[in-house]
Nanobody, 122 residues
Framework: QVHLVESGGGSVQAGGSLNLSCRAS????????MAWFRQAPGKEREEVAT???????TYADPVKGRFTISADNRKDTVYLQMNILKVEDTAMYYC????????????????WGQGTQVTVSS
């Protein structure tokens, strides 16, 4: 079975850092477009970052320069290093699997994790 399990969320003060992990089972993360999304209460889900099978990455404008997505194919894990966190980064963060090899716009994300909560206080 194909599963994604996120971890690493928590509560931090503004300016702090968190490193989210997304452990995959049932497939090789190195062969797919992988992404992090987030959804804050009352807001639409937004794509935060993507990484394709060639290691190419994209970031949403609000997180550029602060967040870094990476993948460890040996561990079948995708990470989201979040630095200089802001109150507006507070959201539930989800990991998702997209198309094989490449990331497309719009993406076709068919496998989702259960999410991990990130709360940033001022």
């Amino acid at each position: 079975q194909v599963h994604l399990v996120e971890s690493g969320g928590g509560s931090v003060q503004a300016g702090g850092s968190l490193n989210l992990s997304c452990r995959a089972s049932g497939f090789d993360v190195g062969r797919y477009c992988m992404a992090w999304f987030r959804q804050a209460p009352g807001k639409e889900r937004e794509e935060v970052a993507t990484i394709d099978s060639f290691g190419r990455t994209t970031y949403a404008d609000p997180v550029k320069g602060r967040f870094t997505i990476s993948a460890d194919n040996r561990k079948d894990t995708v990470y989201l290093q979040m630095n200089i966190l802001k109150v507006e980064d507070t959201a539930m963060y989800y990991c998702a699997r997209g198309s094989i090899l490449y990331c497309y716009t719009p993406g076709n994300f068919s496998v989702w994790g259960q999410g991990t909560q990130v709360t940033v206080s001022s």
